[in-house]
Each structure stands twice: as C-alpha cells, then as structure tokens.
C-alpha cells in the first residue's frame, strides 16, 4: 500500500489556509505527490479547511485526474485513440495485461504498475504509443513492451 | 425589467430568474430540481424553455436564467414541449416505479419509453445534496463520480459520520430514492412511528415520546449531575447486559472521541458532558466488524436516530448474529463546535478549553470550571458556534433511545432518567442509585421549544415541497 504522509499532506493543507476556493488545486497537489488521495488525506483536508468530506470526495471522485485508490509507482497510459486504435493499440494493451497480469485501470500487488487506457494522448503520428510516468514511447508494437516495462523498477 | 413571457409582459427586478417571472404571472413551467430555498442547480432542465434576443432565439433552463430586459420567452413552443417529451421518457425509462415521474410523464402524453427500462430511484436532481449543504449545514452526502456513473452517497459508501437524521434530504426527495439511501439516517415522521412500535415500550406522551417510567437519580460514582450515565453502564456491564460501550472520551485536551470500553476503568474515564458532536457510526460499525455483539451505545439524540435507523433498515441479526444494541440516549438542545468553543471561551474568559475541568449546562447556562473558578454565560449568547445541523433536529429528549438521561427536570446533583423499553427498564433496574423528584414540566418546555424551533426550520424546506 502506498502510504501517504499525512505530515507532507499537512504542510500541503498549510500552503493554501485561509484561501477560498482551493480545493481543487491542493487535491492536484496531493496527487501529484503521492499519486492517490487517501482517505485519511481527505478526514485531514475536511478537518483542517473545514470543508465537509463529502465535497472533498465528491470533486476528487469527479475528476479523472484523481485516485482515489492507490496507484503504482509508475503509470501506463496506453492510447486508444482511433490512430493508435488501428495501428494495433488493442494488441500492446492485451501484452501489457498479460505481461503484468493485471487488466485496464488496475495495480499490480507489488505496487510497480498501474495500467489505465487514454482515448487520445494527441500525437497520432507516434501511434501506437504508451505514456509511462512522463515518457512517450511511440511506434512500439507488442514485442516492444516487455523491455520498455523493464525500463521502470 | 420588462419582458415578455407566452405572450404576456411582465415586469420584475433584476436579479430574478425566469422561472420566478413567469410564475408571479400565473405561468407554470414544470421543474423537478428547483427549490425556492436553495441555488437553483439546472440538473433536470424540464424548465427548459426559448427565448428570443435581438431576434435569435435559443434555448435556456429558466430556474437559473436572469429576467432580462426586453427578452421574449416562450414556455410551450412545440419544440420545448418535445424536450420534455424526450426529457420525461428518459426519467420514465429510468424510474419506472416513480409516482412523480409517472404523472408528470402522462400529463405529457408519454407513456412507454424507446429506452431500456432500469430499475432506478433516484433522478440526481441534487435536491438531497443541495439541503443537506446549503441549508442544514452538515453536507453528509454528495453527488458521487460521474457520468453514467454518477450517484448520490456518502464518501466511500461507507456509513455517515457527520448525518445527524434530520430527514430534510426525505422531505425533499421527489422520489423514494433517498428512503433507500443505506449510509445515512433520514428519520421521517412515519419512521418515528414505526421504529416506536418495534422497539419502544409504554405510553406515548406527545412531546416526551414513548416512556414507561421517569425518574430522578443520583449515583456514587460521580460523573455530570447525578452521574447516572456512568453508574447505568457500570451496573449494566456488571449484570451482563452488555459486553462493551461506545462512549466518548476525552482527548488531546478537551476535544473528544468515541471509544468502546470493556470495563469500569474504561467507563470512568468517559465521564462528563462534552457538548461536541464526533464521528460516532463508524466507531459502531468498527466494533462490530470486530466481533463485539453486545454494546451499549450513549449518544445525543441525533446519534440514537442513527442507530435505530440502521436497525430499522439493516438486517443486522443476519449481518452480525447474536447482536444486541442497547441505547442510551442524551438530552440535547443543541451541541458546539470544538474550535468554535475554544475560540470563544478563550474571547469570553480568557479560559483554555483544553484545560477545562468541566463543563456544564444547567438553567440556561453555559458553566466551564477551570482551575478551580467556574465561569459561566447564557448559551443563548453562544449560538454562533453550535454546530451545524442541530437547528433542523427537534428532538431534545432521545425519543428513540431505550432509556434516556439528562440534567434538566432534576435538583442539581441528580440527574433525569427516561425509561423507553424493556432493555432500559432491565438497565434502571440493575442500577443503584438514591431517586429524588422530577419536574416534568421544566422537560416538556425545553422539549417543546426545540421542537418548534425545528419545525419552524424544516418547514421553510416542506413549503418549497411541490
């Protein structure tokens, strides 16, 4: 499990005391921290910004940019968008999960991976391509991945 | 403002919305989200209507569209009646079941929807939500995720911490959907009535609730007043009524939380009225999760509302067998919010509330001790820091509890026992304690007052019902 902090979380909270309407950028700020907004994260901002839990919980269920569920050390986002569609994107997501053993928008247990799938990442002439943490990897195929996977511990 | 609604001018202040517009001239235009009390939210768009500017017209919801001077609207073109043709099938399709959606979708001539038939409740129109935030204050559910997704609920699913069973959200819903709501405690009249048949005992007093016996006590074992909370649960642990306590503690200075405690130990250490509400639901769900069965819960009567209702709508028995619930509830006008009274005793008194030996309400009183002094004020003054919520709750005595406890109606040094059902009665009788004489009247009138109180807040909510 991903610890979060709750300390670092704390002095993240302490950046944006006494400003209105925050909410939003101090939940980025967590996640870009530790890649997962925890609950306990969520009772600290609720207690500390006086903000209730369920609005908390309802923007950071909203966006896509959030978790609320731990996330792996490294994130795979495999492009399905129509270009990469047809240039075989179906069958690098296939090796992926099989190579992880995991399907689309989960962790594996060691915590390394997470694999999610983006409709478009907006370089179509690089398809078929991945994003991992934040490096393209573009024209790959299948038989590609395993030594890209290997690239990240 | 001028403008022009179906036909018909009208003129209004800036400010107002079409809706209001149109509806100070008699013009209906249908609405499921709207409530004159909150922010109109757009959700439904059945308000939807056109409306014409420098000669284009266009399409707007009119629950938050501003009058606009010289505007044309027009609430039934045949296309806006096509809207919510379309709109109203979509909700058919959706809440087949639903009476509100079914009239309305007839008054429009829509009878069998072209989509697949779901088996839903609720139509997010976010009137819940939007109570619960805008008005009663504690915001214990939201609109969740998104999407096809989206839902109405408390975070995680898990059960409410910060619900304190108004029923506002019930009051409100134009469905049944928020009755069928699992991690909140909405307790309407008709919820009352029957939770009072299936687990109270005794005769029904209008403003007190159901009782068999009403007493005055007090105890040895020291505690507020007559400390009888603390001598229930210790004479009721020793006679093996319950196994453990849910009760709420003392930390970090004067904050609290809530704690089970297994022994006489764990109880003394919970004495004394802390006038804060905690997190409470999820501690019980905790401890039973854990494997304790038998558990005495003290709460305030926003916390006994929420275990009932969880037993009322839960098959608990299947859930965790062998569980026994016994609840002790509070006489509560209202209680504070832990920084709020920390700022204020500190303005007021120049008192550290961490360092507090005691607080007390008695006759109107707020009374601290610290170091030896007690400093008091009326709490009438106090009302900017009571806590969200509890203006919208009526219920002083603990009506659903099985026996109930509080200082008024007693001489000081006592306290007052309301006896529910056969577990409290069990729990009286266990006690020792030496009885003196109550004033039921002096119960009745803060009884009464908080009641109407509530009521005259709730119905701010029941006259924007439709």
């Not at chain 2, 022009?4 to 209001?20: H, Q, S, Y």
């Not at chain 2, 308000?47 to 039934?76: F, M, W």
């Not at chain 2, 004495?271 to 038998?294: C, D, F, H, I, N």
């Not at chain 2, 509560?332 to 030996?357: I, N, P, T, W």
Request: aromatic residues 6%; charged residues 30%; negative net charge.
């Amino acid at each position: 499990m991903a610890e979060i902090n709750l300390k670092r979380v704390d002095e993240i909270i302490e950046g944006y005391k006494g400003e209105e309407g925050v909410l939003i950028q101090l939940l980025l700020d967590i996640q870009n921290e530790f890649n997962w907004i925890s609950p306990e994260a969520i009772a600290r901002i609720s207690e500390q910004m006086r903000i209730p839990k369920s609005q908390i919980y309802r923007i950071a269920s909203f966006y896509k940019a959030m978790s609320l569920k731990p996330v792996g050390r490294h994130i795979i986002h495999v492009c399905m968008g129509t270009a990469c569609q047809v240039r075989g994107a179906p069958k690098i997501l296939d090796r992926i999960e099989e190579n992880l053993k995991i399907k689309e928008g989960e962790t594996t247990s060691d915590m390394r991976f997470s694999l999610k799938r983006v409709n478009c990442l907006g370089c179509c002439a690089m398809g078929p391509v991945i994003l991992v943490d934040g490096t393209y990897h573009g024209k790959i195929t299948s038989a590609m991945v395993e030594s890209i996977l290997g690239q990240y511990e | 403002m001028k403008l022009e609604i179906d036909d018909k001018t009208v003129e209004i202040e800036a400010g107002n919305t079409l809706l209001a517009a149109a509806r100070s001239i008699g013009i209906d235009i249908p609405t499921l989200c709207y409530h004159p009390a909150l922010e109109p939210f757009g959700a439904c768009r059945l308000c939807s209507v056109e409306i014409e500017k420098r000669g284009r017209t266009k399409v707007v919801t009119a629950c938050n569209y501003p009058v606009e001077d010289g505007l044309i609207v027009r609430t039934n073109t045949p296309d806006i009646i096509e809207i919510r043709k379309l709109l109203l099938e979509l909700l058919l399709a959706r809440c087949p079941d639903e009476g509100r959606i079914q009239s309305l979708a007839s008054e429009y001539g829509v009878s069998k929807p072209r989509f697949q038939i779901e088996d839903e409740h609720c139509i997010l129109c976010g009137l819940c939500t939007r109570v619960c935030e805008e008005l009663v204050g504690v915001s214990a559910i939201n609109v969740i995720s998104r999407g096809v997704e989206r839902e109405v609920g408390a975070p995680y699913n898990e059960l409410s911490d910060d619900c304190i069973g108004c029923g506002a959200c019930a009051l409100v819903c134009p469905t049944d959907a928020i009755r069928l709501e699992k991690n909140i405690y909405p307790t309407t009249a008709e919820d009352i009535q029957e939770i009072e048949g299936k687990f109270l005992e005794g005769e029904r007093d209008e403003v007190l609730g159901v009782f068999s016996d009403l007493v005055a006590g007090k105890a040895s074992t020291g505690g507020q007043d007559g400390g009888m909370v603390t001598a229930l649960l210790i004479s009721g642990m020793k006679n093996n009524l319950f196994d453990a306590a849910l009760v709420v503690r003392r930390v970090e200075g004067y904050n609290a939380e809530a704690v089970v405690v297994e022994d006489e130990q764990g109880i003394l250490s919970a004495r004394g009225t802390k006038y804060l509400r905690v997190p409470m639901m999820s501690k019980l769900e905790a401890a039973l999760k854990a494997g304790k069965r038998r558990i005495a819960v003290v709460g305030t009567p926003c916390e006994v509302k929420a275990v009932r209702k969880l037993q009322q709508q839960r098959d608990l028995e299947r859930e965790y067998p062998g569980i026994e619930l016994t609840i002790l509830g509070l006489f509560c006008l209202e209680s504070f919010d832990y920084d709020g009274l920390k700022a204020d005793m500190s303005s007021r008194f120049d008192v550290e509330l961490d360092k507090a030996d005691k607080t007390q309400i008695s006759k109107g009183k707020y009374i601290v001790t610290a170091g030896g002094k007690d400093y008091s004020c009326d709490v009438r003054d106090m009302e900017a820091i009571v806590r969200e919520g509890c203006p919208y709750c009526g219920d002083f005595v603990s009506q659903l509890a099985d026996i109930s406890i509080g200082s008024v109606g007693s001489p000081d040094d006592c306290s007052t026992v309301i006896v529910r059902s056969k577990a409290g009665k069990k729990l009286l009788d266990a006690a020792e304690f030496v009885s003196a004489e109550v004033d039921k009247k002096q119960i009745v009138k803060l009884a009464k007052l908080k009641k109407r109180n509530a009521d005259r807040n709730l119905a701010t909510i029941l006259d924007g019902v439709q």
